[in-house]
């Protein structure tokens, strides 16, 4: 059946107008399908065969026809529609066609209601209660989804005379019903036993807390106080309306205002949502708490129609003036009602009347409303010179916070939970209030949206007319932020949207925001759970179909946006997913899965060169999760690769790796293998101990393969292995060499991530090469990337030329650069630089201590390359600090942890043992190992180190008094520092040499 949407009156099938009113009949929507949660109610009938068998059959069908109707009746009074009938069963849906906030109550109180009055009617029932997500709208009608089955079921397992609930529909009505005990059903089709409660009496309200101090208000509370203040001198009425979103703290604000009015009548009422006689409920309670009568009898008439006492009639008008008469004789009063989006015209009328017309008597009237009152009178308080009102922001961030923590009181809350708390309530208390709740619940300690709030924003959403719940639901696929032109795309029928989306932010559910795209207009949801509330309404076809549609539509208009990719990829993403859960394959879907991964991609491939590693691991595992092994494109495997390298996570880099060489090899693809090869061999050579031996024949086998496939990608990666394997021999300038082929390479890929990896290499190249440090410090200057590398090798440069502090500073930096990239790998790897710079001030300690945290930090993440290199140098250390037993030990793990032929860590460990045999007086064999480290520097071009082991050669020859050899072993150090522009290395050769002469003229 239809109704006139104009009168109610109901509709001759195909009417064009309505024979009533004659307002025209808008053509029947075709039925939208949503996804809402509900509450199901199953009742029927126990034991219906004996009843079959003991009853004339005339009799049964007029007794189960009666039954029928006192329950339809019930269901419809406490606003549940009913479904439908199964053989004696009835089955009622709160929720549909509209959403209420307070669904799960009413469906408790109706089934109670049906529980009581069945005795009446000579049949025993039995009564289920459950809440969860359905679709409704669809063809069939019927609300289909799991919560339907569940509701069925414990309705059949309940006794005779019982209602049982199930746990979802209890977390929404505790507190305004009494439960018997708890009980756990095994139910068909279920893998986990389903809680149920017996229903005992649903007599109560749902009720909010006031026990906490209240925060913040201090504005409005001065307004109310002002207001009253002007009523009393004035002696006036004043209408003093307090609107606000749900939950926002209208109603607590207006009990610590009444809190504070002394010697006066204060009087409350509230409007009820729903039920038998709501119009002048709120009246009937603030009579009878003023507790007398007007003095006019008339009046005295009236109100005592209004209350039942008298059968004589009173028209509105009449209760309005008798009610004005009545507050007059009474004031000073201040009068609230509440909840006045629920009143009836009628009621708001009257207080117009009141307001309007009442004199010389000094009359608060406290409105309290959520702004869909505006929606039913959107003249509310409009022209009148004695009203004022208030919109009640969301609390801020600080005034949250303090919130959180009176709620808290002794309780404990981790940061993080507090933060995303904080976030997701938005300001909104009774949020915050419901969420610590349910954390202070949940095992697992996680951030949900509390049913009851999931509730209250469907209800709200429910309320709005098609058009504009469809521009709003549109506008949530975008996100909490869209623009109306991509919900004019997303909603082709909607002729004025621009109307909608103000009609929208008049109704406080979004706000205008700062466009990013130009010529388009951007909204924000004031609060992200209103949009996920519009979304979640959305059946996940729609989604699907919604997300692809927004992509096609933000591809073509959005051009200019920075995170273009990364938002495309997400909207594809989601489309994709969606129609995987529907069990929707085929072609469609696996090419948006292919696009939403390139986008993903090349979003994922932007971070990295902008070395934000920990975002591009996120993307690029996203793109990959998208595609299988054999569809994934050779460039994100290797993308994904260098971020997980870059970030120290060498063991997943590493099986992409492997895989990779797996999959060319059988499919005969060798530039996938080779890459997949070398590749793994830049990785090995952090990972293990392998030798260059080992690395260099991969390269050249790679570098022949690549040159005759024209792979300028591949010929980049080779050549970054060979620079790599020179790294390991100390030969910078070859080293230099081999990474510029690798930039020239990179270059002409055109690949970002691995040109900005190829010109990094040049760097550790200045440090340690045969490049003065001023020179080199001027080519870090030039090389215009402010990276974790470059600052901290810059501060290893400057401590050599004496500017510790500027050092120190330097490599913090770097360090903090690396940390915050998500670069663990690099963060960890710079305890070396850390190291250098402490040897070089003198501070053997703080060496130590850098080292140390190095060695385990790289250990942790399953490097080996550099953790070699950090323990020889924590050896020095130690030996520096006397600690000569330890020291040797260091020597140990450098040596467990490096290659055979790591040149720089094989002299390290030679310089130090060298010097700790010395001071044990083995004279010999420290000469031997000291000659030996410095053989091992001798074909290199390393200035420093080469210079540091000359140094310790002469340290040692000294000691065995070999003077001479000990001096000319200084002048060669000397030389070398020199040569590097290493002034703190010559100073340190100066003091040495001067000790020996001393000692030799002695
Ligand atoms: N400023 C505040 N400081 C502390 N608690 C607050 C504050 N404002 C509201 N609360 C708490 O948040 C919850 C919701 O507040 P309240 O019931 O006043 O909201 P409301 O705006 O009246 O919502 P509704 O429209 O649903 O009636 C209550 O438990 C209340 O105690
Ligand atoms: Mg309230």
Known sequence: MTVCAACGHELPEGAKFCLECGAPVAPAAAPREQRKTVTVLFCDVAGSTELGESTDPEALRALLARYFVRMKEMVERHGGTVEKFVGDAVMAVFGVPVVHEDDALRACRAAVEMRDALPELGIRGRIGVNTGEVVTGTEERLATGDAVNVAARLEQAAEPGEVLVGGETVRLVRDAVELGEERRLDLKGKSEPVAAFPLLSASGEAQRRFDTPIVGRE???????????????????????????????????????????????????????????????????????????????????????????????????????????????????????????????????LVDHVVDWSRDAPILLVCIARPELLDRRSTWAGGKLNATTVLLEPLTSEETDELIERLLGDAEL??????????????????????????????????????????LLAARLDQLDPSERGVLERGAVEGKIFHRGGVEALAPEERDVPTTLMALVRKELVRPDRTQLLGDDAFRFRHLLIRDAAYDGLPKAARAELHERFAAWLEAHGSDLIELDEILGYHLEQAYGYRVELGLGGEETHDLAGRAAERLEAAGERALARSDVGAAIALLERARRLLPLELRPLSLELNAMRALHQSGDLDSAIAIADSMIDRGRAAGDRGAEQRGMVLRGVLVFN????????????????????????????????????????????????????????????????????????????????????????????????????????????????????????????????????????????????????????????????????????????????????????????????????????????????????????????????????????????????????????????????????????????????????????????????????????????????????????????
């Open 687 to 1002: 990972a293990r101990s392998v030798t260059v031996e080992e690395l260099q024949p991969v390269a050249e086998e790679a570098i022949e393969v690549f040159t005759e496939l024209g792979d300028d990608g591949g010929l980049a990666d080779a050549w970054s292995l060979i620079a790599r394997a020179e790294l390991g021999r100390l030969q910078w300038r070859a080293m230099a060499h081999a990474a510029d082929r690798t930039l020239e390479h990179a270059e002409r890929s055109g690949d970002p991530a691995v040109i900005r990896e190829a010109r990094l290499f040049a760097v550790p190249s200045r440090l340690y090469g045969p490049f003065p440090v001023e020179e080199a410090l001027a080519f870090m200057s030039t090389s215009g990337a402010l990276d974790a590398y470059v600052l901290s090798m810059s501060g290893q440069l400057e401590a050599m030329r004496g500017n510790f502090d500027v050092a120190r500073q330097l490599v913090r930096e770097g360090l903090e650069y690396a940390e915050e990239h998500g670069q663990g790998l690099l963060a960890a790897g710079i305890s070396m630089q850390e190291e250098e710079v402490e040897l070089s001030a003198g501070n053997a300690e703080a060496a130590l201590a850098a080292g140390l945290k190095g060695v385990a930090d790289l250990g942790e993440l399953g490097e080996r390359g550099w953790l070699s290199t950090v323990a020889g140098h924590a050896a020095e250390a130690l030996y520096r600090l006397g600690r000569d037993d330890e020291a040797w030990q260091m020597t140990e793990t450098a040596d467990e942890a490096g290659a055979p032929d790591d040149v720089i860590t094989q002299m390290l460990i030679l310089q130090v043992r060298a010097k700790v045999l010395s001071r044990r007086g083995e004279h010999d064999e420290a000469e031997r190992l000291g000659r030996e480290a410095v053989a091992w520097g001798d074909p290199t071009d390393a200035l420093a180190h080469k210079a540091d082991s000359y140094r310790d050669l002469a340290i040692v020859l000294s000691a065995a008094g070999k003077r001479d050899e000990a001096l000319s072993a200084l002048a060669e150090a000397r030389a070398f520092y020199e040569a590097k522009g290493h002034t703190v290395g010559v100073a340190n050769v100066e003091e040495l040499r001067a000790g020996l002469v001393a000692s030799l003229e002695a």
């Open 414 to 455: 981790a940061k993080p939970l507090r933060a995303r708390i904080r976030e997701a309530a938005e300001g909104n208390p009774l949020f915050v209030e419901q969420m610590l709740a349910m954390v202070a619940e949940s095992p697992n300690g996680d951030v949900v949206v509390p049913p009851t709030i999931q509730a």
């Open 219 to 349: 504005r409005e509370r001065r307004s109310l106080d002002d207001a009253w203040e002007r009523v009393r001198s004035e002696r006036g009425s004043h209408l003093f309306t307090i609107l606000g979103a749900a939950g926002v703290g209208k109603s607590r604000l207006t009990a610590e205002f009444l809190g504070g009015v002394e010697d006066v009548s204060v009087v409350r009422g509230r409007c009820l949502s729903y039920g038998e006689g709501i119009t002048y409920w709120p009246l009937v309670e603030v009579v009878l708490q003023l507790g007398r009568r007007p003095s006019d009898p008339r009046a005295a008439v009236a109100i005592a129609s209004l209350l039942g006492e008298s059968d004589e009639p009173a028209t509105a008008d009449e209760i309005a003036w008798a009610f004005r008469k009545l507050l007059e004789e009474a004031s000073p009063v201040v009068c609230v009602f509440d909840d006045l989006h629920w009143a009836e015209p009628t009621f708001l009328d």
